[in-house]
Antibody
Framework: EVQLLESGGGLVQPGGSLRLSCAAS????????MNWVRQAPGKGLEWVSG????????FYADAVKGRFTISRDNYNDTVVLQMEALRGDDTAVYYC????????????WGQGTLVTVSS | AIQMTQSPSSLSASVGDRVTITCRAS??????LGWYQQKPGKAPKLLIY???SVQDGVPSRFSGSGSGTEFTLTISSLQPEDSATYYC?????????FGQGAKLEIK
C-alpha cells in the first residue's frame, strides 16, 4: 500500500523557519517525482513545489521561490520542504503528493501537516 | 501561469441526478487535466487523469471529457457520498494550477 506521511508542521512566528518531511513507503520511491501542495484554511489547493525522481531538478511556485527549498533522499525514501522567511499567507495544510507521469497525475496524497505562521 | 476556471463554484443536486462541472484553461493544455475530490478534513483524491481516464477504484459513475481548453467532469447518477468539493488541476506546464473548486451538496 502506498503511504505518504508528513511531519514537521506547527506554529512558527513570521520570519521564522520550519522543515517539513514526508516519509514514503509501499512503492519504489526513487522512480517518482514528488510534490508539495498546500491549502490555506477554507481555501482552495495550491501547488507549491516539486522535485524530479533523481532529485536533480527542483521546481517552485513564484509565491515561495527563494524562500522554500525542496530536496529528497532516495536512500531513506523521504522528501523535505525547508521553509524560510515564513509569512502569514504561508499558513496552510501542506500535502506531500506523488506524481506519476505518462500520463501525468497526482495519484497519491499524504494526510497533510498544518503550518501556522502567527505571532 | 495557466489559469483554470471552474464553473459552477457551488451546486446542489438530488440523489440520482446527473451532475456536470466544467473547467476552462486559459491556454491549450492538450489533455493534461485531472479531477480531484476532497471531503472536509481529508486529503484530495484523484478521480480522473489525462482528462478522461478513470483512476483505479473510482466508481464508474464518474467520467471526464474534453481537451485543449474545455473540460468536463460528469457524475452520471449522484450518490450521497459524492458530497464534496471537486478541483481540476492542469499538469501540462509548471506552475501546475488548480481550479478554484466546485462545492457539491446533496439536496
Amino acid at each position: 500500500e502506498v503511504q505518504l506521511l508528513e511531519s514537521g508542521g506547527g506554529l512558527v512566528q513570521p520570519g521564522g523557519s520550519l522543515r517539513l518531511s514526508c516519509a514514503a513507503s509501499g512503492f519504489t520511491f526513487s522512480t517518482y517525482a514528488m510534490n508539495w501542495v498546500r491549502q490555506a484554511p477554507g481555501k482552495g489547493l495550491e501547488w507549491v513545489s516539486g522535485i524530479s525522481a533523481s532529485g536533480v531538478t527542483p521546481f517552485y511556485a513564484d509565491a515561495v521561490k527563494g524562500r522554500f527549498t525542496i530536496s529528497r533522499d532516495n536512500y531513506n525514501d523521504t522528501v523535505v520542504l525547508q521553509m524560510e522567511a515564513l509569512r502569514g499567507d504561508d499558513t496552510a495544510v501542506y500535502y506531500c503528493v506523488r506524481y506519476t507521469g505518462f500520463p501525468s497525475r497526482f495519484d497519491a496524497w499524504g494526510q497533510g501537516t498544518l503550518v501556522t505562521v502567527s505571532s | 501561469a495557466i489559469q483554470m476556471t471552474q464553473s459552477p463554484s457551488s451546486l446542489s443536486a438530488s440523489v440520482g441526478d446527473r451532475v456536470t462541472i466544467t473547467c476552462r484553461a486559459s491556454q491549450d493544455i492538450r489533455n493534461d487535466l485531472g479531477w480531484y475530490q476532497q471531503k472536509p478534513g481529508k486529503a484530495p483524491k484523484l478521480l480522473i487523469y489525462a482528462a478522461s481516464s478513470v483512476q483505479d477504484g473510482v466508481p464508474s459513475r464518474f467520467s471526464g471529457s474534453g481537451s485543449g481548453t474545455e473540460f468536463t467532469l460528469t457524475i452520471s447518477s449522484l450518490q450521497p457520498e459524492d458530497s464534496a468539493t471537486y478541483y481540476c488541476l492542469q499538469d501540462y506546464f509548471r506552475p501546475y494550477t488548480f481550479g478554484q473548486g466546485a462545492k457539491l451538496e446533496i439536496k
